[in-house]
């Protein structure tokens, strides 16, 4: 893919520490969909370089990225206040109040999605090998009632923790966690677990979708892999053009629209390896045929 060196990185729940140049050999690849229902906007995402990282809040599932923690907040209100202010709070029964009030409060945010915004972006996906069948739910939820586009990728897993791909995992029930056992939010391992079982976790409504997720840290700045828009703090990743090995515009795409954005790709000689199809019904069956534009 011509990628022949990336920065090494150790996460520790939101941060992340350069530790070096690191040499890779080689990179194993995923092959994955994505469905968008603006097809100009996915046509100049793919001339941009960049796609739009989502916020674990934003999802169109009220229980994505959910989790329920039992007992008190584990987050220590000196770690919120400062030891200084906690050590004078402890000897007066105001004071005492006060750092239940605060524990109630973190905890109500721990529970939100809201929460794991402060932590991670992410882009979903869904393998390039889904049934037929799955198509057609496909383009009609996730691509506009097929008026918006999908873009086929060819993504390496992971490179060495700058991004994370793995396979959601579809369960009847929410992540938990005894928050009493957890000393700090931002370090301790239960805690970082908690976190990370909720961004790879949704229920078994969803499994139609076969869905893949890529995690980015909010913390990450490698120019060669993110792009962050500082005014609203929007995150995206850099996508190479090789990365992406076909584009098909859904059944109902504007195509008198899209044809002179796919003329001005397809002169240009980074996007020449990319197929371009038109999604149309089958006069017979209940699937979708393509067609190369």
Known sequence: MGIKEDLA???????????????????????????LGDSVYGLKSIAEGCFRLSRPSSFNDPFDCDGRADGLCGINPKYIVGEDAYAQMRK?????????????????????PMFVDNIARIMCFTRETASIKSHM?????????????????????????????????????????????????????????????????????WACEKEYRLRMFVTARDPNFVKVDKASGDMFLQIPAEWISCVDLGPRSELTILKPFIKELKADKRFTHIQFRHASKDPDRYRYLYKEI
């Not at 007066?92 to 939100?112: H, N």
């Not at 992540?175 to 056992?181: I, V």
């Open 9 to 35: 990185v150790r996460v520790s729940f939101g941060r992340v520490f350069l530790t070096g140049l690191t040499r890779f050999t080689g990179l194993s690849m995923l092959k994955l969909c994505r469905y």
């Open 92 to 112: 007066t029964p105001l004071g005492l109040i006060g750092i239940c009030e605060l524990r109630s409060v973190t905890k109500q945010q721990w529970d939100s």
């Open 137 to 205: 739910l496909f383009w009609s939820h996730y691509a506009n009632n097929g008026r918006g586009i999908r873009i086929h990728f060819n993504i390496p897993r992971q490179v060495k923790d700058v991004y994370e791909i793995r396979k959601v995992k579809y369960v009847d029930t929410l992540p938990r966690c005894n928050l009493d056992k957890i000393s700090r939010m931002d370090r301790d391992p239960e805690a970082i677990a908690f976190c990370d079982n909720r961004i790879w976790t949704k229920g078994t409504a």
